[in-house]
């Protein structure tokens, strides 16, 4: 366990459909991440939040919608989303934001497929 | 910005031999290296790090070695398990800049 959890594990939706993903920390970070994990690609970010606030934003799709309620606390509202947003979305948080040597723990991920 | 390169893509091992993953970046900044193991089905998780500042480092049947001037840092696995069998991600990352993570090394450890 690293301390930053993530629901739902699995998710399976329609084009059509909204629905949120969650993630939680019990580290006491004020860092949080969400990052997209494709087959055969590396790692990309998505967004980046230092205390609540959204501080990047990498080019994601307006499909694609974060909300940090608090800093313990991550979400990743989905609409309409397409085939190729099938993957596994992680959730990452640090101590401080870009500080270089700051370690990222990483949730377990949720594995979404979108049919 | 930064770019991290990862090599072998893919590696096999017997059982109790070494493994050795490089990786090379571009931006002397770049001050911190860690590595991560992912296993099926779970995030990645962090197995070591190194510090520009250190050359070497070494935790029981892992080490990574960093040589800042050729810009490469390489993970060493010794007397593997198959435990050991997973996804390996390098990156690197500078003061004010988010993490640049490699593309990954699948290491599957041949009983």
Known sequence: ETGVTQTPRHLVMGMTNKKSLKCEQHLGHNAMYWYKQSAKKPLELMFVYSLEERVENNSVPSRFSPECPNSSHLFLHLHTLQPEDSALYLCASSQRLAASTDTQYFGPGTRLTVL | ?111
């Open chain 2, 1 to 111: 910005g930064e770019n991290v390169e990862q090599h072998p893509s893919t590696l096999s091992v017997q059982e109790g031999d070494s493994a050795v993953i490089k990786c090379t970046y571009s931006d002397s900044a770049s001050n911190y290296f860690p590595w991560y193991k992912q296993e099926l089905g779970k995030g990645p998780q962090l197995i070591i790090d190194i510090r520009s500042n250190v050359g070497e480092k070494k935790d029981q049947r892992i080490a990574v070695t960093l040589n800042k001037t050729a810009k490469h840092f390489s993970l060493h696995i010794t007397e593997t398990q198959p435990e050991d069998s997973a996804v390996y991600f390098c990156a690197a990352s500078s003061y004010g800049q988010n993490f640049v993570f490699g593309p990954g090394t699948r290491l599957s450890v041949l009983p």
